[in-house]
C-alpha cells in the first residue's frame, strides 16, 4: 500500500510540476557506474538533473538520461548544510551511498550555497561494506 500510495503522489506531483521542472534551469553530471534512483535503474552515462520547488514548498527533482529514453522524478527532503569541502570546491554535488552490488543517489547539493536534499534510497544490507562515491554537476551550456 506505501508504494503505490508514493507512486501516485510521484504521478500527481508529475502533473503539477511538468512545466516547471522542464522549464527549471538543469545541470549535468558525468555518472561513470550504474546507480539507483527512486526504485529505476540506470546505466553509467551522462544525466541532466532539474530541480523543482512545488507550490507547497518541497522539492522535486528529475534525472533524465541524455539519450531522454529514462527518467525519474523523485522527493527531496532537507538535509541541512553541505561539507565544507563541497562548499570550498564550489561545484554542485550528487553523492551515493555504494555497497557491494548498488550504488543509490541520495544526496544533492545544487551549490551557491543551498541546502542539501536527502533522496530516499534502500538501505544497504548491516554487514555490506559501503562507501560514499560523489559526482560534481555542471550547469547545462545548452540552456
Not at 525519474?72 to 553523492?95: C, I, N
Not at 557491494?100 to 555490506?128: M, Q, Y
Request: some cysteine; aromatic content about 8%.
Amino acid at each position: 500500500m506505501k508504494k503505490l500510495t508514493m507512486k501516485m503522489m510521484i504521478a500527481a506531483a508529475t502533473l503539477v510540476a511538468a512545466a516547471g521542472v522542464a522549464s527549471a534551469k538543469g545541470m549535468e553530471a558525468n555518472v561513470p557506474f550504474t546507480f539507483r534512483a527512486n526504485g529505476q535503474v540506470f546505466a553509467p552515462g551522462i544525466y541532466r538533473i532539474y530541480m523543482h520547488r512545488t507550490g507547497s514548498g518541497n522539492t522535486l527533482i528529475n534525472i533524465r538520461g541524455t539519450d531522454l529514453h529514462k527518467q525519474v522524478l523523485t522527493p527531496t527532503y532537507p538535509d541541512g548544510e553541505a561539507k565544507a569541502a563541497w562548499q570550498s570546491a564550489g561545484k554542485a554535488v550528487l553523492a551515493f551511498q555504494c555497497g557491494v552490488s548498488h550504488c543509490s543517489l541520495t544526496k544533492i547539493w545544487a551549490g551557491e550555497g543551498g541546502p542539501v536534499f536527502r533522496v530516499p534510497a534502500p538501505g544497504l544490507g548491516n554487514d555490506e561494506p559501503t562507501r560514499v562515491a560523489e559526482v560534481a554537476m555542471y550547469p547545462i551550456k545548452s540552456e
